[in-house]
Every structure is written in C-alpha cells, then in structure tokens.
C-alpha cells in the first residue's frame, strides 16, 4: 500500500484514525499495532513474519538482558540479537551483491557460476532493524530500561 494511492488515502488511514481515536486508551495501543501491522503486511506477509520475528527476538533477549545479572549472559543475549537482525539485514542488502561478484571471481577461474537469485527489498528494513538493535544496545547499557510489555514495545 502506498501512502499517495487512493485505497490508503481514502480508506485505510481515515478507519485507522477513527479506530485509534474511537478505541479506550488502554486498547490505542494494540489497534495501532495491529493497524500498522496491516499496512506493513498488505504488500507481503511473509515481510510482516519478518518484521514480528525481529520484534520478539529484541524483546525477548531486552528481557534476558534486564533481568540477568551475569555479565556473560547478558552479552551473549545482545550478541545474538545483533546477528540475528543484522544477518538478516546483510542478506536482503548485500547477498546479491557478494553472489555477483563471487560469479565473477568464479567465471576468471573457469568454474560454474552460482545461480542468481532475484531478493526484493523489504520495505524500512534497515530503520526497523537499527531501531531494535539500538534499543536492545540501550538496555544492555542500562541506558533504557527493557520494555516489559510487548505491545507498546511492537508500537
């Protein structure tokens, strides 16, 4: 869904709004969550698994982080949400790339080129993606303190 098209122009933001502002305070933020997931998964839901995957991995492991007193613990918890988010991010980015050129150094070598693969882009992954690891950074630095409720974090 694109911002200037007629469907979210004349439709999609106008019930968003109303929903938000209809619903009780205790419940604006799991209709936006919910609404904003709508709009993130309308073009693709397999981007929108992605983006509720990133989003549980960084919460989860903000949480161990939060609570753990080791400090082994709590690295190896914000260890594995950077490579996780940024192998992610590294694959729809660069993967391509490195591929193109890995078939280059192959074809000088004369050996078979890797197939190619055509990866489309999903849509904010890199703001997503720094945002989750800066929060979670933030809270391994005491800087923030781990969200304990996943909804307002998701928002």
């Known amino acids: 869904m694109i911002f200037t098209s007629y469907i979210f122009l ?3 933001l106008p019930l968003s709004l109303l929903v938000y502002l209809l619903c009780p305070h205790k419940y604006r933020n799991p209709s936006l969550l919910f609404v904003s997931y709508i709009f993130y998964g309308y073009w693709r839901l397999d981007f929108l698994a992605l983006l509720i995957g990133v989003t549980i991995v960084h919460f989860f492991c903000a949480q161990k982080i939060s609570i753990s007193v080791d400090p082994a613990v709590r690295r190896l918890y914000l260890v594995f949400s950077i490579v996780i988010s940024l192998g992610i991010l590294g694959y729809f980015k660069y993967f391509v790339f490195a591929i193109s050129n890995l078939n280059k150094v192959l074809y ?4 078979n080129e890797l197939p190619l693969a055509s990866i489309i882009l999903p849509v904010g992954i890199s703001f997503f993606t720094f945002q989750t690891v800066s929060y979670t950074i933030d809270v391994y630095r005491n800087k923030s ?3 304990k ?3 307002d974090f998701a928002c």
């Open 108 to 111: 000088l070598l004369g050996r």
């Open 10 to 12: 004349f439709f999609f």
């Open 149 to 151: 409720n996943f909804v």
């Open 145 to 147: 303190k781990a969200s």
